[in-house]
């Protein structure tokens, strides 16, 4: 993949450059006509103008460092572990009001220390079961962890405010949601306003292939109001349920690797990176490896922004200690050493420009030879 540029794929569907970027705007994708399209992308594209895409790579990627080596996996370790759950929906919908309040009212003022802003990621414990929360990375960041194999999210909730209904961007993350072929809660927000109408959500919603639990369908909607905080146990009740019908596990004595859901350059602490544990088992000092950056973990903070020497299974934590900024979306691997994660992420920022040389030298036709 990525060996494809906006306007080449236009043209070999016979559309415009602007067709084809209009799509991906629609679904929140900045995309400009000689920009390389991603793996995920393609696959939109092709259900949205109606064809069959398959990609395949132009350049031998044979030589490329086995991506995450998969380790051998030794069940007899596995756990169960807590449910990553995104929350996507329109704009204003409340989809931050609610993480705001779920986290409000399951985290002790005390222990949050008085944390008031807004985070990305956090866990919170239910009936004593914990479960990860993320706000939506945004259309683009979701759909690169898609591309990227980086399945972080269990569980997807679509909030949909009851006086608004379905609005373009919820139906765009219908799509994404079904895309990434996990289980849909909706949460129906806003029933604390005037004009609240929860049949009309359902309605609208049955009309796009999700229908309601109560309706004959398989889709749970559960009426909620960040404002208020109704529905909030109910909510996590049903994410609960659908947990343990996913029988989610993994090996916390693995190596870690955890998912990186947003990075930045902080003043004084370098390169920020927050993850989400996917397996194994996260700790200070270990030797990380994240696409073409590499380190050693120097301190980790958690979402209440106390130093830990370690995250769990689907934890989430700040991770300082990256040489460099990583992409949302990559994956952090520990190492055995510092010089193995040197190597691979060194071998990985090699093999990522001669990919852009061979690209900005040669777009042929060869490359184009695998598509559709
Ligand atoms: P974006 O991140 O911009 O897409 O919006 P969002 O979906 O995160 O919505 P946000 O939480 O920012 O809420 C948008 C507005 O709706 C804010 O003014 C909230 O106060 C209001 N709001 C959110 N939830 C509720 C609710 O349950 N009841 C009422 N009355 N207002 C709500
Ligand atoms: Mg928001």
Not at 125 to 137: G, L, R
Not at 337 to 366: F, P
């Amino acid at each position: 993949p990525e060996d494809i540029r906006v306007y080449e794929f236009a043209e070999a569907c016979g559309k415009s450059p602007a067709e084809v970027i209009t799509v991906l705007f629609g679904l929140g994708m900045m995309v400009t006509k000689n920009d390389f399209l991603k793996q995920d992308e393609l696959e939109i594209l092709g259900e949205e103008f109606g064809i069959e895409v398959t990609v395949k790579d132009a350049l031998e990627d044979a030589n490329y460092v086995e991506d995450y080596q998969e380790e051998e996996i030794d069940e007899s370790n596995f756990v169960t572990r807590p449910p990553v759950v995104t929350i996507m929906g329109h704009v204003d919908h409340g989809k931050t009001s609610l993480l705001d309040k779920i986290r409000s009212s399951k985290t002790a003022a005390s222990e949050a220390g008085g944390i008031t802003q807004h985070i990305t990621a956090y866990t919170i414990k239910q009936n004593n079961q914990k479960i990860t929360f993320v706000d939506t990375p945004g259309h683009a960041a979701f759909s690169a962890m898609r591309a990227r194999g980086a399945s972080v999210t269990d569980i997807v909730i679509i909030v949909v405010a009851a006086d608004d209904g379905v609005k373009q961007q919820t139906e765009e993350v219908i799509s994404h949601a079904k895309a990434a072929n996990c289980p849909i809660i909706v949460a129906v927000n806003k029933m604390d306003k005037e004009g609240a109408n929860m049949d009309m959500v359902k309605a609208q919603m049955a009309e796009r292939d999700m229908t309601p639990v109560d309706w004959g369908g398989e889709i749970e909607f559960i009426p909620v109001s960040a404002k208020t905080g109704e529905g909030i146990d109910d909510l996590l009740e049903n994410i609960l349920l659908q947990s343990e019908i996913l029988e989610l596990s993994a090996d916390p004595e693995a190596k870690a690797k955890a998912t990186v859901v947003e990075a930045s350059l902080e003043k004084g602490r370098g390169p920020v990176a927050t993850v989400i544990v996917q397996n194994g088992t996260l700790r200070v000092g270990d030797n990380i490896v994240c696409d073409t950056t590499y380190g050693r973990v120097k301190a980790i903070t958690n979402d209440l922004g106390k130093q830990v020497k370690e995250l769990g299974l689907s934890e989430t934590g700040r991770v300082l200690g990256l040489n460099e900024v990583p992409v949302s979306g990559t994956i952090m691997v520990a190492q055995d050493s510092d010089k193995e994660a040197k190597d691979i992420a060194t071998t990985r920022a090699e093999h990522a420009r001669a990919k852009e040389l061979s690209k900005s030298t040669k777009v042929s036709l060869e490359e184009m030879s695998g598509l559709i």
